[in-house]
């Protein structure tokens, strides 16, 4: 299962969860949950969703190594800039992780997946509001 999480930067809170089955492309499964981001925001993401500037205008995409070719030291830069910003989404990411539901094999059934995630996102907002 793919999920996808969406954090607000200044409330640390999960404001979103999509889910997919099978393995999917992040892009992909963001292309799937259509959710929809004023244009005035703005969308720090990963190199997993190459393309969304195409989508999302105003949204920031760390630099890519191109084959046979190092990163600048600008570049590279610029990478640790969107990394720190970055760092509330992991956090969250990370505190959904150890309740195991994300980093380990689903093995339960599939239809409370969705509900069981829910629950662990609502714990982590309650979490961050305390």
Do not use: W
């Not at 393995?23 to 925001?41: C, G, I, L, M, Q």
Request: charged share 35%.
């Amino acid at each position: 299962m793919k999920t996808q999480v969406v954090v607000d930067k200044k409330t640390h809170k999960v404001i979103c969860v999509f889910f997919a089955n099978g393995k999917r492309h992040d892009f992909r499964v963001f292309k799937e949950s259509r959710t929809h981001v004023n244009p005035e925001t703005t969308i720090e993401t990963d190199t997993g969703f190459q393309g969304i500037t195409e989508i999302h205008a105003n949204s920031v995409l760390p630099a890519k190594k191109r084959k046979k070719q190092k990163l600048t030291k600008e570049q590279k830069r610029y990478n640790r800039q969107i990394s720190s910003e970055r760092v509330t989404n992991e956090h969250a990411i990370g505190f959904i992780k150890r309740f195991r539901i994300v980093a380990e094999r689903y093995r339960n059934r599939r239809k409370r997946f969705g509900l069981r995630f829910n629950l662990i996102c609502g714990l982590c907002n309650y979490d961050r509001a305390a």
